[in-house]
Every structure is written in C-alpha cells, then in structure tokens.
C-alpha cells in the first residue's frame, strides 16, 4: 500500500454532483440534542480540497513512513483514482481511502481512519465502497500490500476476501518491516 503515483483518466466518483459532506441530523422530537444520537459518518469522493485534513491524518497515522504532502495532492489529483472520505455530522474528515483502478487491476493505494473512528465498522464499510468502486470501472482483481505486523489490517482483509500471495522483504522503511501482498479476486469477495 501507499504505491507510486501515475496517471490515467480522471474519477468518476470525484465528478460526483452528490459529493457533499452529510449534515446534522435535527433534535428529535424528545428534545435530545442531535449529538447524543450518534449520526451517521457519510462517504463522500475525496477531492484536492481535503488535502489538508487527509494529509494531518496520514502524517499521524503512517509516520516516517507516510507520504509527503505532495504525494498525497498527486494521489488526489491524478487520473484512474478513486479517493473517498469518511466524514461526521459536521463534514469533519475522519478517514480515507484510495484505489487506483487500470482496465482490469485494482491496488487499494491507502487507507486509514483517524484513531477515534476505528473498531466499529468504518474501515470495512470504506474498504468495501471501494471495491464497489473498483467493480463499476471494471475491475476484476485487487491488489495491496500491508504490514507483516498490522494483525487488524491484515483480519479485515481476509474477511473480504483478499488471499496473502507473497512476500516484500523489508518493504517498509526505515523500519525493515515486511510486506505481505494482497490479492482479491472479485468474484470471491465475500
Ligand atoms: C485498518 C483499519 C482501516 C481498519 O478499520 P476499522 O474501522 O478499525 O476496522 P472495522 O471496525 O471495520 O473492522 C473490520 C475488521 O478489522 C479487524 N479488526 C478491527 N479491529 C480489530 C482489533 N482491534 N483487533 C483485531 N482485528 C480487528 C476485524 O477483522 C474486523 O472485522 P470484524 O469486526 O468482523 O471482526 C483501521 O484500523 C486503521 O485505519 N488503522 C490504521 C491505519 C492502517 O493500518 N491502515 C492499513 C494499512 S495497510
């Protein structure tokens, strides 16, 4: 995960007119305020404009070895991605993914959530949407590497589906941490 950046068509799902942040749910009529309710996180297409908030959670979650601020913008930007966002109720960024998607082959680039919005679902719910997203453009298998040492990641993987293929020895700098490749074939996501 967290690959090169190339080029190809623009996302479809940045074009999106429906790409907007959820809002707060109103009080219900019991008078609570809407915040002890819980309302829903939305998933909306990722655009340079998240650049900033998407960038403050990959720097803190990846470390030294997150990517740079300018890599990020050319994830964002470039072309064959498809980038979504995890929001709360005020729009507030809590997590995002990506996918680049070339005719048949799919590589899930990144994903992550900012520590608060984990363990409940939100990381299989993003994962999904994008392979969902993946399935519209065509894509037939999906590949991504992740951390020998990311028991959680790896779990949520092979709940989807995805098989462990191989390894990248010392894949990860400046720690030497192995990479474990990923694949999932469409048709045995589960
Ligand atoms: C990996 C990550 C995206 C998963 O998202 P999440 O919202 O925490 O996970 P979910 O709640 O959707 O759980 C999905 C699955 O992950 C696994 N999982 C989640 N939390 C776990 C935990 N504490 N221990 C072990 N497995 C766990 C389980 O397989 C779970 O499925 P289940 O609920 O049916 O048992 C998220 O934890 C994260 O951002 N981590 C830091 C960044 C990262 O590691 N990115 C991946 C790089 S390859």
Known sequence: ???????????ELRD????TASRP???DPAGRAASEA???????????????????????????EAWSRDMMREELT?????YLALTDAEG?????????????EGDIQTIALAPGARGAGQGRRLMNALLDAGGERGVREVFLEVRADNP????????????????????YQPE???????KLQMENRR
Do not use: K, Q
């Open 176 to 182: 030497g941490v192995d990479a474990i490749v990923n």
């Open 92 to 104: 507030v960024i809590l997590g995002y993914g990506g996918l680049l998607a070339v005719g048949e």
């Open 1 to 11: 995960m967290n690959g090169d950046a190339s080029g190809g068509e623009a996302s």
């Open 78 to 82: 470039a072309d064959h991605r498809c």
């Open 25 to 27: 749910l109103p009080p």
């Open 38 to 64: 819980s309302p829903p996180l939305a998933l909306r297409p990722a655009t340079e404009a998240d650049l900033d908030a998407i960038w403050a959670i990959e720097s803190s979650v990846f470390g030294a």
């Open 16 to 19: 999106d007119p429906s790409a």
């Open 152 to 171: 959680v990641a790896r779990s949520l993987y092979a709940s989807l589906g995805f098989e462990e293929i191989g390894v990248r020895p010392r894949y």
